[in-house]
């Protein structure tokens, strides 16, 4: 008895080793990964160090009251380095490895108030900013205040990461339903938490559409002569889920909705939905009652 | 028990939606307790009290703080305003906050102790800290507390509150993101906390009124209100502070752009926790000073 105990303890103790082994594998491999995207120096600036990689579990030392943002993004490790020059203010860069390209879309378009694609997939720029996010990575590089001979850096350091990186990455499938007509292109959201159901207006302060993290979900603003509608897609593991969400945002909505899937909301605007299969849609602040319904039924390939 | 809001709680009840995701604190009818006694803050600003480069000056950021203590406690000589504040046998602890992009101006950290100590309270016996403080030698055995911290918006509390100041007050600040920081106010009851705090200062003299990038800041996104918000009550004062911030945004935006994710831990303060109150209605607020833009 005492021998086959110690049998198994001993293989469970191989497996443990091994697991560890192999997690400590694949961390070093991304660390190498993320310093290789890295210059030594860029203009007069010279790395201060070799750079300092962060995991979920020590995020919050590096962005502290700022990690949770991409915890919801399901980060998976971040390098940061700076780099110095006398008389100029340091550079900064944080390299987040967001494991999917989903989901460095996702944390890039978080935030995000222009269309830019200087750099990577899409970039942002502002005095002393700039950020882009290029597969499955997001970058953000900072020097304030700007000089004239740092906002030069700092393209040239982008421009470099950029190229390291090397491929894109995809798209959320997601993305692609939504109808392109009225469509801001900026104001696309990406995301697989709730707490980010909020980003443009008030809908709900509890999970009311039970997002999980495997639920895909897209919030995008339509312009209607300067009146601005909503739209939300949330995406499913399966039909029952879509439908049990559907049942919980009716309840805690409006129950109204059960019995007509268009109406006019106590600020004139009209909120209307649809479940198709796996998938969850719905309008909010249409102007009218036509847009509603139309840009609805635009939502493309709701069918899986 | 708090209630459920959505959307529709608020169209229903005002008629727009567009409060809700500021803070879902302009609403009385449908969300507060019975606190029936009002909760006074003060908002004071003065167009000069900071420099070319942005920093305070002195005599100016002493008198606004001077003012708006006198007007929280009506009584118009400010050494006995204090004396109501703090006794010569306090332990003092000043909770400020230490963010390297937008810190508690260390001048009022100053100001604070100097007014501290003209209380009659002994220079060792005054600790102004951020981080650290449940090993501090002061603030473990502080027997009163000020609370002083600029307002900011924040990724994940939707605020930078005073409320969420206190977050050092525990070992494991994380376990407190959970519903994006919901219960922070909890942290006030803990018995190392509890009772102490006596006065609570927000900082707007150049609040962040919105974050982009890992850290959550631009100086595109900072600007020059020049004001305080000073008052007892956290949550009242908190939600001021997130009522400016949510104007500004509307104005800086062209469109009613929520603090996302909304301030939860607010509301939650007030309905969950009954820290203080977060109801406009329940909410005594007193303008001194400037007025120009006050967006409230």
Redesign the interface.
């Known amino acids: 008895m005492y021998f086959v105990h110690f049998k198994t303890l001993h293989a469970m103790l191989i497996i443990v080793m091994c697991c560890f082994a192999g997690v400590l594998m694949a961390q070093n491999a991304k660390s190498e990964t993320l310093r290789s995207f890295l210059p030594e120096s860029v203009d007069g600036w010279q790395a201060e160090h070799s750079g300092k990689v962060y995991g979920r579990d020590n995020l ?1 030392e ?5 990690a ?3 915890l919801s993004y399901k980060f998976s490790a971040m390098i940061n380095r700076v780099y110095m020059e006398e008389g100029q203010p340091d550079i900064i860069i ?1 390299i ?1 490895d967001m494991g999917k390209p989903e989901n460095a879309f996702g944390v890039f378009m978080h ?1 995000r ?1 222009t269309v830019d694609t200087t750099f990577g997939q899409g970039s ?1 720029s ?4 700039i ?1 882009f996010w290029r597969n499955r990575y997001f970058v ?1 590089i ?1 020097a ?2 700007q000089t004239e001979a740092s906002d030069a850096a700092l393209k040239k350091l982008a421009k470099t990461v950029h190229n390291r990186i090397g491929k894109d990455g995809l798209l959320p499938q997601i993305i692609t339903r939504l109808p392109n007509k009225n469509l801001i292109p900026s104001t696309i959201r990406y995301f697989t938490h709730h ?2 159901l ?9 999970n ?1 559409l039970q997002i999980e993290d495997a639920t895909h979900c897209v919030l995008a603003k339509y312009n209607y002569d300067q009146k ?1 509608a909503v739209l939300l897609i949330c995406q499913y593991t399966d039909k029952e889920q879509a439908r049990s969400a559907r049942d919980r945002f009716i309840a ?3 129950p109204q909705l059960e019995v007509q899937n268009s109406l006019q ?3 004139d605007t009209w909120i209307s939905f649809k479940q198709d299969m796996r998938s969850l849609a719905i309008v ?1 602040k249409a102007p009218h009652r036509q847009q509603a319904e139309k840009l609805l039924q635009s939502v493309t390939n709701l069918e899986e | 028990m708090a209630k ?5 709680d ?3 009840h005002t ?4 409060i ?2 500021a803070l ?1 604190l302009s609403n009385p009818g449908i969300i507060y307790g019975n606190q029936s006694k009002k909760s006074r803050v003060v908002l004071i600003r003065h167009k000069d009290v900071l420099d070319d480069n942005g920093q305070p000056r002195k005599a100016i950021l002493a008198d606004m703080l001077d003012e708006a203590v006198s007007t929280l406690l009506q009584e118009s000589d400010i050494q006995k305003a204090w004396q109501q504040i703090i006794k010569p046998d306090d332990v003092v602890g000043i909770k400020t906050n230490v ?1 390297h992009l937008l810190p508690t101006p260390p001048m009022l950290n100053d100001l604070l102790t100097e007014r501290v100590q003209q209380s009659g309270v002994t220079e060792n016996q005054i600790g102004v800290k951020d981080r650290g403080l449940l090993s501090d030698a002061i603030f473990k055995k502080a027997s009163a507390l000020i609370n002083v911290r600029p307002m900011r918006t ?4 939707g605020v ?1 509150s005073l409320i969420k100041n206190y977050i050092m007050f525990v070992e494991k600040p ?1 376990a407190y ?1 959970d519903d ?1 920081c919901a219960d922070l106010a909890s942290i006030w009851h803990l018995p190392h906390v509890k009772g102490k705090t006596r006065l609570n200062i927000l900082v707007m003299l150049t609040p962040l009124f ?7 800041f ?3 996104y900072v600007w020059q209100y020049d004001g305080l918000l000073v008052g007892m009550d956290p949550v009242a004062v908190d939600a001021m502070g997130v009522r400016i911030l949510q104007a500004k945004r509307k104005a800086y935006f062209g ?4 603090i ?3 301030p ?1 831990h607010i509301r939650m303060a007030d309905e969950r926790h009954h820290l203080g109150t977060a109801d406009p209605a329940k909410i005594d607020l007193i303008y001194r000073g400037w007025a120009e833009d006050r967006y409230i």
Do not use: C
């Open positions: 919050y590096h962005i502290n009251g700022g949770e943002l991409y944080d987040f935030s108030e942002e502002v005095p002393g900013m950020h953000s900072l304030y205040p707490v980010w909020n980003s443009y207006f008030f809908i709900a302060e509890e009311i601005k805690s909505y409006n909301e106590e600020d909010f | 459920n809001l959505t959307r529709r608020f169209l229903k008629g727009q939606a567009s809700a995701g879902y963010w924040h990724d994940w509390s930078g994380y993101h994006s919105h974050g982009v990038g890992p850290h959550h631009n100086p595109k469109e009613d752009r929520p996302n994710p909304p939860k």
